[in-house]
């Protein structure tokens, strides 16, 4: 097979990322691809650090840029320590939230301009960009319902629904402006029918890289 592949997984609060990394872990492991699964924003342990911060109840106040460029920070750590040398070692990179989720949450959700986070986009990331980006989607009632059963809000999940309507919407317009890479997953359903239609977006790209 061709190079190393960035795999991305994204989606609001409770869609079922993390559940369903597991599953593209098995599918990746049926072909015999060696990767590395991690997480933004972490991955690191300066990065899981940042992650405390931004997540935690300590600093409810932070201001919007605070914020963008602690995604940021812990980003850049990340992909110095992980996913540039995992891509060059010839792994696949397996990534629950990565830069999308900035534009969602940060640019949808707290109204930050796009543009300013595509100058940090460049700067942070130089041309790495993920190959492929599965976008779990649901509405999100759905997605805190779930989320809700499993733990104690976080910082970002105290927000009110206004909020992830407006992450959702950012995300979708991702999707829709870059319909190549970012492929969305009706995740509404039951977990079987989520798993097909991600075997299915699997395969494709597989093929895909077979193909070229
Ligand atoms: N953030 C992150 C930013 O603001 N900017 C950024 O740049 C980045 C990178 C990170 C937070 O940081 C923000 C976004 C986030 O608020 P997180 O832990 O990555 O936090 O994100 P969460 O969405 O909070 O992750 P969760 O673990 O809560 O949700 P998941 O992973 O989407 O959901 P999962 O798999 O844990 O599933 C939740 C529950 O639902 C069940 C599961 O069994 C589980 O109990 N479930 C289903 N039940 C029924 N049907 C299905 N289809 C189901 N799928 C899963």
């Not at 097979?1 to 593209?24: C, D, H, P, R, W």
Request: aromatic residues 8%; charged residues 30%.
């Amino acid at each position: 097979m061709t190079k190393a592949q960035f795999i991305t997984l994204e989606g609001s609060e409770g869609v079922g990322k993390t559940t369903n990394l597991e599953y593209i872990e098995s599918l990746l492991r049926d072909k015999a691809i060696d990767y590395v699964v991690t997480r933004e924003p972490g991955g690191t342990d300066l990065g899981e650090q940042l992650r405390e911060l931004l997540l935690g109840h300590q600093h409810t106040g932070m201001a919007d840029d605070t914020e963008l460029l602690m995604m940021f920070a812990a980003r850049a750590e990340h992909l110095d320590k992980v996913i540039k040398p995992a891509l060059a070692r010839g792994q696949w990179v397996l990534c629950d939230r990565f830069t999308d989720a900035t534009y969602a949450y940060q640019g949808g959700g707290r109204g930050i301009d796009p543009l300013r986070i595509k100058i940090l986009e460049d700067y942070v990331q130089g041309d790495c960009r993920p190959d492929l980006t599965l976008l779990l989607d649901a509405p999100i009632e759905i997605g805190r319902e779930r989320a809700g059963k499993r733990s104690a809000p976080d910082r970002f999940e105290k927000e009110q629904a206004a909020f992830f309507n407006k992450v959702r919407a950012a995300y979708l317009q991702r999707a829709s402006d870059d319909s190549k890479r970012i492929k969305v997953i009706d995740a509404s359903l039951e977990l079987d029918a989520v798993k097909l239609q991600i075997d299915h977006q699997m395969q494709s790209f597989f093929n895909h890289l077979n193909s070229n």
